[in-house]
């Protein structure tokens, strides 16, 4: 079934194909065949996967063509299945059929509905690429293709001005993290002479502690790019712009963990480079308090749960920075799980609204007591946030905590603690939404009361496959935490920590121990504990402050406004781009322009000086230019040619005097020399 | 070698086909002369595909080579052939023909007939260019394709068409009469160091190359700069292309673009670096300074651009400074980037002028304030439009990125900080396509002109197909293209990164500079 | 005291002789012709010459020969010398033929004249000594003062007459002077005698002295005004805007060629013990005047007039070949092949190109109508597509863009100077080549890209069975010298043999 | 024997006498005589250094000078009685539709 790999991708060429030239006849049915198009890439992977899991494993590599050869370069277009990609694949075509399937529903009676479903197609098509692809290069096509098709989606409602300057900025900012990318793989060439995995990481143990730490920070640039961490993460929140099955597969599930599966991809390079893997526990962990803390006061539903993906990913890294790899794409999948369901979720909610005025459909201070109304989308939603605030047995649980242990173990006590407040305020602002949303009086519009309704079949399907595994993703792969199922079966495709390493010993040896048997020492015990803790504190604060004492927020927002509208305004984070990074390039751009008229063109067009006075004394003289002088040599040319002109003043004795004054000159400079 | 001259069939049949129109065919038939003019034009492809198929890929040498004797006294002769440099912008060359001669039926109604005489003879000097082994062969072409298309832009241009045309001729000549200098001197050079024959002829003064001393090649290398420079352009020299691309006819800015900028880098190719081995090295970093400003400078100024053609003009202008860059990293994979990237800005940004025609064609305007939210009525052109521009900004999968990919790691091999900056280059190249595709696509449709937009016809689909396809071939199996140029491009290499040139060799003479 | 008849080989001078006849033949025969057919002489001119120029060239090849006891040579460079002005001659009359019945000029004389002028510049090419040299110089200009000032009708023609006599009369007294100062320090007036007498005893002295300096600066005076360098050049566009446009045309070419060739024969032959001295004055002159014919040419806005410049121009070109041929090669002086080849070639080019373009100008004129502004050229490339790109072949050679003549000969001059590192002259001759072109692409620019206003209708072109055939002959030698030039190449190679 | 100084200053003085005519005075006819008076000046150079030299050549070139002084005299005048059609005086400053 493995030599098959190369099927994967083919489904959506077929779906793009399809849909992209015959939309307009396709009309109604091009969701259906999208949806068919990821199915059968779907049970392509799921036979893989059987294989893969069941079968011998290891690692195999399926040759497509050679593509491009330059002298030593030479890549080839060819995919790798091992361990890693299994996961990515079964996350990326499980998670991309639901939302396809969703937004059949979802997307009905939009006028560009097949150009949707293409794109959508090309999505899964690129996300493919990014997974499957044995080198970095086939992965940057993939990288970049996921970039466009972001780009695409989010301006997919491209009247809107902010729905087309959102899906600009996406593409600008992560072109910005692949140019780090590009260096990146610049340096592995030139350091290793190849960019397949497999040789690249054959040759990583030579390299030295500060190659290895450029490499991975180059490479984490363009993460950071694609997975929104900081300083680039501002196009994540704009990208809400885009239909909400995008904002679910796209901007919750797949694309954002890209940057996640690259880091876990080059971990022998990144094990080799210590300084680089701490760079980016700092910034994972810094990212996910920063977002986290946005995330409590937004009103917007879609942008709560932005935030919240901003903040899990920086959770995800902080794993990967810590060299907790596996326990990093553990996370990832839970999390596409329930991150997943709660956009969904969401998505079915505005759906419901979509009769309310615009503004308000996603606000949530313009929502309430929908529980009884959608009663499928308000229970799955609900088991997504509980999943996601980290509450036993459900999936959020066992990822969030292992990470939080490994950073403990590993000696990362900043970024443990960052993290576990994190945590809280995940549970806090997740059950936040919950209770405004769901619980409580109804502040919808009352003439858009009527027209809530359930949303339809195609529509909760998803939702409730999504919490299912929400609720059992976490369970059976994780438990017992360190040493479940996904971690011996990740083990032979990521590296391990070095012996000696920055972990402390005592962490160390509970490393080895859990990779090896259970988990054992009182810590072990007392961290699972504080983590529930923390979950259980959030979720009855969120209680506490939006069911039981209603004016509480109110309260707490006058007594410290300024915390409150800092918070509001996201750090003015855009403001400040705006006005630092982008306004300045406008200008220099304009500055530029006028200079190359001016100067360089003027230099060579006629500077001031020379065309004025030659225009005043041709003006005394009545002279008809040509439209234009050619260019400033041509004008002081011209200048002096006017000058020449007017010594011919037809009187002989003038020129006679000339020849006469021209002999004397010549005399004059020989007896004088 | 067939015995059939092949390259020279190819090279005079669009001058033969221009004779006979001027002839034998009056003003009025213009139907007649434009079906002429287009089986001329496809005709020429179709015999210079052999070149593709019978192109021998392990052969570093010249191929297809045709050697007669033109001007003994001087040791001239007209001596012809391709290798793998060459052959892909013969190609692209009759090519790019077929697409100018197609484009331009709407758009050029009022004589047509010198038009296309125009158009053909521009065909020969062209290809002339290309295939010319010979020094003295290659200038007189080089010189020859000013005439045509001074007259292009002059007779059928846009409202400053007299400025440009003008600018241009002289912008071109100065550039190319300082080479002409450089030339004589390498020319006699030889006689005095080299072979001790007065010739002209490529291949024996390749050898040359390395026996002449610095200072001397310093000052030929100058001597060839200039006049490359402008022709590419590069940064300094770069203000004749907006204007000439403004006031050009889409066929005329598609040629102009697609093909006669690419003379400037050929001519570092073939000439400067394996002639003047040791001055190219030198000049590395002065020339990787000036490409990498290019870069960045052409993107900048694009991003303030209000009119679509001087947008793109500028965008030539960044991504020929890629290609520069590529040329003057010295190594196999940027100098074959760079080689790619020719073909690949022929392609994009000859496309994209070609959209440019379409629209404009329909609207007369190219200011981007009067279009807006088009991709609702012209989904076909929009599509169209829409792949041009990633593979013009480098998007995977499509020729751009492939080029710049191999110009970005060469670069890199030569040194980090050269491809640190031209990176960002790729980041301004997506902001600028970025902003005019949305600008001019997306948004409201509020102009009530726009409304009545037809979209492409069969015609404009049929001339812009094979571009397209093009650019999906080129990116998703390179190959075929890169292994035609491999060789050359190693032995290019090989001459230029030869060992140091001898210092003092028979300098004396080289103080009287003024006598 | 007995008195030796030198033996004189009367055959070496048979194109003088033979064209003395014909002058007197033409002077006859005008006496028979009525007023109307007065072209039937120019007729039998026309013929008479080609017959000449046909026995001049018989005499190529056979190395150099002296007669009339050493005053008067004939080798390669005087034969090429006598066939070009031959040939421009035919032309000439060619053009003439059609300007003449044009302008109603019915004088039989004019042909007579021409004759006397060309008769002179023969007898300039072959002299081989300083009388020679002199009395073919005066019989040449003499005569050609007559031509210029041959409209009596017009007034311009009449006052560019008198100025070209005033300037002619006051440069052939310095070169007279020059002539007698060297012949007072050197004791002969023979070319080889001056030469051994510097090469003498007290050759070294007499070549510094200041007097002789003096002597060698009138000279270089004398022959700059015959060929209008730079500071004596005042009188050109005058002249050549008043005299009938054959005259024009003829004079720019011819005087060129013979007054070159004695300037070649006198600086190379006699004064090479001088060379450095008049090597830096001409190169001084040969700058000065390609950029001020260049520049000047740019703001005029009279066609003719600005073909007087660009003539100008390119004498300054010609007399670069002449510059750069000298170089000093370890300490002797040496005069290398290519340059003066290049001088020759480039002046057989210059020949087709500018009475090509002087003859459009004819192609256009009608009674009482000159055509001479150049916006009445406007739209001309349109509407006479053949005459339009005859004209545009004549720029592109006069602006040395290939494939024309101009080119090939402005690339030998170039590669002649670079050869003898002239690099500083090269540059500045190719950077005022790329300079001419504004004005040249400005009549291209006229002739082709602006359009008419519809009220002037476009001028219609007058052409006789005569002119036609000139202008063919014109453009195919253009053409023909810049794509095959090799025959041409060699024959300007050849001239150098026994020169120097 | 009169040494050959002398001849050479005489000859020099005419010279520029005849110079300074041509260009001070304004009257045609009067240019004509300067010129005249300056090939006169070169004439006397001449035969100075012919007898300076003992060598016939001089004297020779004398002669032919002054056969051509005189065609050109008459070509000259002939082309100022051209000029004289419509005015009196030939005035050389009048003479100038032909400029820039």
Request: hydrophobic share 55%; charged share 10%; net charge neutral.
């Amino acid at each position: 079934m493995i030599e098959l790999a190369w099927l994967i991708p083919v489904f959506p060429v077929i779906g793009v194909l399809i849909n992209g030239f015959f939309g307009k006849n396709v009309g109604e049915k091009a969701g259906p065949i999208a949806s068919v198009m990821a199915g059968l890439s779907f049970l392509v992977v799921l036979g893989i996967a059987v294989e893969m899991i069941f079968g011998a494993g290891g690692s195999h590599t399926v040759p497509l063509w050679t593509w491009v050869e330059a002298g030593s370069l030479s890549v080839s277009m060819s995919f790798l299945i091992d361990p890693l990609s299994t996961i990515m694949l079964l996350v990326v075509s499980g998670v991309g059929f639901l939302v396809h399937v969703y937004a059949v529903g979802y997307m009905h009676g939009d006028p560009g509905y097949p150009r949707f479903f293409t794109w959508l197609n090309l999505f899964m098509l690129s996300m493919f690429l990014l997974v499957l692809g044995d080198n970095y290069l086939v992965m940057f096509v993939g990288w970049e293709g996921v970039g466009l098709c972001s780009y695409l989606l989010i301006g997919f409602w491209y009247e809107k001005q902010s729905a087309s300057d959102a899906g600009k900025k996406a593409f600008i900012v992560n072109r910005i993290g692949d140019a780090g990318f590009l260096l990146g793989m610049f340096l592995i060439w030139t350091l290793t002479g190849s960019l397949t995995y497999t040789e690249v990481f054959k040759a990583a143990p030579e390299m030295s502690a500060a190659a290895a730490s450029a490499v991975g920070l180059l490479l984490f640039v363009g993460a950071i790019g694609k997975s929104a961490q900081i300083p680039l993460y501002v196009w994540l929140p704009d990208a809400m712009e885009g239909p909400t099955p995008v904002s679910a597969l796209i901007h919750a599930a797949t694309m954002v963990t890209a940057g996640v599966y690259m880091v876990a991809r080059t971990s022998p390079i990144y094990v080799m480079g210590p300084d680089a893997m701490s760079v980016i526990a700092i910034v994972g962990a810094l990212t996910g308090l920063f977002a986290a803390s946005i995330g409590l006061v937004q009103n917007d539903i879609k942008r709560v749960l932005a935030y919240s993906t901003v903040s899990q990913l920086g959770f995800m890294f902080m794993a990967l920075g810590v060299g907790a790899f596996a326990a990093g794409i553990f996370h990832l999948m839970t999390h596409a799980f329930f991150k997943g369901l709660l956009f969904l979720g969401s998505g079915s909610v505005i759906h419901a609204l979509h009769h309310a005025p615009e503004e308000q459909q996603q606000d949530m201070r313009y929502m309430g007591g929908l529980k009884d109304k959608m009663p499928i989308t308000y229970w799955t939603f609900l088991i997504g946030a509980i999943a996601i605030a980290g509450v036993p047995p459900l999936a959020g649980f066992w990822s969030k905590d292992e990470i939080l242990a490994n950073a403990f173990f590993t000696g990362h006590y900043t970024v443990w603690i960052m993290g576990t407040v994190a945590a809280f305020m995940t549970a806090f602002y997740m059950f936040r939404l919950i209770f405004m949303t769901f619980h409580g009086e109804m502040r919808v519009d009352h003439h858009a009361r009527e027209h809530i309704h359930e949303s339809p079949a195609t529509m909760t399907v998803p939702l409730v496959i999504l919490a299912v595994l929400s609720v059992i993703g976490g369970v059976i792969p994780g438990f017992p935490p360190e040493a479940g199922w996904i971690h011996r079966f990740l083990a032979p495709s990521l590296a391990k920590m070095p012996a000696g390493g920055h972990a402390t010993e005592q962490g160390v040896h509970l490393m080895n121990a859990a990779a090896g048997g259970g988990h054992s020492g009182p810590a072990v015990v007392f961290l699972i504990i504080l983590a529930i803790a923390v979950a259980v504190g959030g979720i009855a604060l969120a209680w506490y402050m939006y069911v039981k004492d209603t004016e509480a927020p109110r309260r707490l927002y006058r007594s410290m406004p300024g915390i409150y509208y800092l918070l509001l305004g996201k750090y003015y984070i855009d403001e400040i781009y705006q006005t630092c990074i982008v306004e300045p390039t406008y200008k220099l751009m304009r500055g530029l322009w006028t200079f190359d008229a001016k100067v360089v063109d003027g230099a060579v067009n006629g500077s001031s000086l020379i065309t004025v006075v030659s225009s005043r004394f041709s003006g005394i003289f009545d002279l008809r230019t040509v439209d234009g002088a050619v260019n400033g040599t041509a004008s002081f040319i011209r200048f002096f040619s006017q000058v020449f002109k007017y010594l011919q003043s037809g009187m002989v004795q003038n020129y006679l005097f000339v020849m006469l004054l021209g002999i004397f000159v010549m005399l004059s400079a020989y007896l004088f020399r | 070698m067939s015995n059939m001259p092949l390259l020279t069939l190819i090279t005079f049949l669009p001058a033969v086909g221009a004779v006979i129109i001027m002839l034998f065919m009056k003003k009025e038939q213009t139907k007649a002369i434009k079906g002429f003019a287009t089986a001329v034009v496809v005709l020429d492809f179709l015999i210079s595909l052999p070149l593709w198929f019978r192109f021998d890929q392990s052969e570093a040498g010249f191929q297809f080579v045709e050697k007669v004797s033109w001007i003994p006294t001087i040791g001239v002769s007209y001596f012809v052939g391709i290798d793998g440099i060459s052959v892909l912008l013969v190609l692209l060359t009759t090519l790019t023909m077929i697409i100018g001669v197609v484009c331009s039926f709407t758009a050029i109604e009022e004589r047509e007939k010198e038009y296309y005489v125009c158009l053909l003879l521009l065909a020969t000097g062209m290809l002339g260019t290309f295939i010319a082994l010979d020094i003295f062969l290659f200038y007189v072409f080089f010189e020859i394709t000013l005439v045509p298309m001074y007259f292009l832009i002059g007779v059928w241009g846009g409202p400053r068409k007299l400025y440009a045309a003008i600018k241009f001729f002289l912008y071109t000549l100065f550039g190319s009469v300082l080479m002409l200098l450089g030339i004589l001197a390498y020319y006699f050079a030889n006689l005095k160091m080299g072979t001790g024959t007065l010739t002209f002829d490529l291949v024996e003064l390749y050898a040359v190359g390395p026996k002449i001393p610095l200072s001397l090649q310093i000052w030929i290398f100058l001597a060839f700069f200039i006049g490359f420079a402008i022709k590419v352009p590069m940064f300094p020299f770069h203000t004749w292309l907006p204007d000439a691309h403004v006031e050009a006819p889409t066929a005329g800015s598609v040629i102009l673009a697609g093909i006669l900028l690419k003379m400037g880098t050929y001519g570092f190719v073939r000439f400067a670096l394996p002639l003047l081995p040791q001055a190219s090295q030198v000049f590395v970093p002065f020339m990787v300074l000036l490409s990498i400003i290019g870069i960045i400078y052409g993107a900048l100024v694009a991003m303030a651009q209000t009119d679509i053609k001087k947008l793109v003009a500028y965008s030539s202008v960044s991504h020929l400074g890629f290609v520069m860059l590529g040329v003057f990293a010295l190594n196999e994979q940027g100098v074959l980037g760079g080689q790619l990237q020719m073909i690949n800005h022929g392609i994009s940004t000859g496309a994209l002028f070609l959209l440019v025609g379409v629209v404009y064609e329909r609207r007369h305007t190219r200011l981007i304030s009067d279009y807006g939210g088009l991709s609702k009525i012209v989904p076909v052109y929009t599509v169209l439009f829409a792949i041009t521009m990633l593979s013009s900004i480098g998007l995977p999968g499509l020729n751009g990125f492939v080029g710049e990919f191999l110009i970005l790691i060469g670069a890199f091999k030569k040194s980090y900080v050269y491809a640190a900056f031209a990176v960002i280059g790729i980041v301004l190249g997506a902001a600028y396509m970025l902003w005019l595709f949305q600008r001019v696509f997306f948004g409201t449709l509020d102009n009530p002109e726009n409304e009545k937009l037809t979209d492409c016809n069969a015609r404009e689909v049929l001339y812009l197909l094979p571009l397209v396809i093009l650019m999906f071939w080129i990116g998703l199996y390179p190959k075929p293209f890169l292994g035609r140029m491999e060789a050359s491009v190693k032995k290019v290499v090989k001459m230029v990164n030869v060992a140091e040139a001898p210092q003092k060799a028979a300098l004396g003479k080289m103080t009287k500079l003024e006598k | 005291m007995e008195v030796v008849i030198p033996d004189i080989a009367l055959s070496l001078a048979l194109p003088e002789i033979g064209l003395a006849i014909l002058v007197c033949a033409v002077l006859i025969l005008d006496l028979f012709v009525s007023l109307e057919n007065k072209s039937r002489v120019g007729v039998v001119a026309f013929v008479g010459v080609v017959i000449l120029a046909l026995v001049a060239f018989g005499q190529w090849g056979e190395g150099a020969r002296t007669t009339f006891n050493g005053f008067y040579v004939v080798d390669n460079m005087s034969v090429f010398v006598k066939v070009c002005v031959l040939a421009c001659t035919a032309i000439s009359i060619l053009l003439m033929l059609q300007y003449a019945k044009v302008e109603k000029i019915n004088y039989g004389e004019f042909y007579a004249m021409l004759l006397f002028s060309v008769f002179g510049m023969l007898v300039m090419a072959s002299g081989n000594d300083l009388l020679t040299v002199y009395l073919g110089l005066e019989t040449m200009s003499i005569s050609i003062y007559v031509l210029v000032a041959f409209m009596r009708h017009d007034p311009l023609s009449r006052e560019a007459g008198l100025k070209y006599f005033l300037m002619g009369a006051f440069a052939s007294g310095v070169l007279l002077y020059g002539m007698a100062l060297t012949y007072g320090f050197t004791g002969t007036t023979s070319i080889r005698g001056i030469a051994e007498a510097f090469a003498g005893a007290g050759g070294g002295a007499i070549a510094q002295s200041p007097v002789m300096i003096f002597g060698l600066i009138l000279l270089v005076a004398g022959f700059g005004f015959k060929l209008a360098l730079a500071p004596f050049h005042m009188w050109l566009p005058d002249a050549y805007t008043g005299a009938p446009t054959p005259i024009t045309g003829f004079m720019s070419v011819a005087v060129k060629f013979a007054t070159v060739a004695a300037l070649m024969r006198i600086f190379f032959v006699a004064f090479p013990a001088m060379a450095e001295s008049w090597n830096t004055l001409l190169w001084v002159l040969t700058a000065f005047t390609m950029v001020w014919g260049n520049v000047a040419a740019i703001a005029q806005t009279s066609l003719k007039r600005m073909l007087a410049y660009s003539s100008i121009g390119h004498a300054g070109y010609v007399l670069m070949g002449v510059v750069v041929s000298m170089s000093v090669i370890d300490g002797k002086v040496t005069f290398s092949s290519i340059g003066i080849s290049a001088v020759a070639f480039y002046l057989l080019a210059y020949l087709f190109t500018n009475l090509g373009a002087f003859g459009m100008l004819i192609l256009v004129c009608r009674d009482g109508y000159r055509g001479d502004n150049i916006e009445d050229w406007k739209g001309i490339g349109q509407a006479h597509p053949w005459a339009g790109m005859a004209f545009v072949v004549f720029l592109l050679s006069l602006g040395g863009i290939p494939p024309t003549a101009g080119f090939v000969g402005k690339l030998y001059l170039f590669a002649a100077a670079v050869q003898n590192e002239y690099y500083w002259l090269a540059a500045i001759g190719l950077v005022m080549s790329a300079v001419s072109m504004y004005y040249y692409g400005r009549i291209i620019m006229v002739l082709y890209m602006e359009n008419r206003g519809d009220t002037q209708e476009v001028m219609s072109l007058s052409s006789a069975p005569s002119l036609f055939f000139a202008m063919v002959v014109l453009v195919v030698g253009t053409l023909l010298l810049g794509i095959f030039p090799g025959s041409f190449l060699d024959a300007a190679k050849g001239t150098v043999a026994g020169f120097i | 024997m009169i040494p050959m100084t002398h001849f050479l200053v005489l000859g020099a003085i005419l010279f520029l006498i005849g110079a300074m005519g041509v260009l001070m005075r304004r009257n045609a006819i009067i240019i004509l005589l300067s010129i005249e008076l300056m090939l006169n000046a070169v004439n006397v150079t001449f035969v100075g250094f012919s007898r300076h030299l003992a060598d016939m050549t001089g004297q020779v070139f004398a002669i032919f000078v002054i056969t051509v002084a005189a065609c050109e005299a008459a070509v000259g005048l002939a082309i100022l009685i051209a000029l004289n059609r419509d005015r009196t005086m030939v005035n050389v400053d009048e003479v100038n539709l032909l400029k820039w």
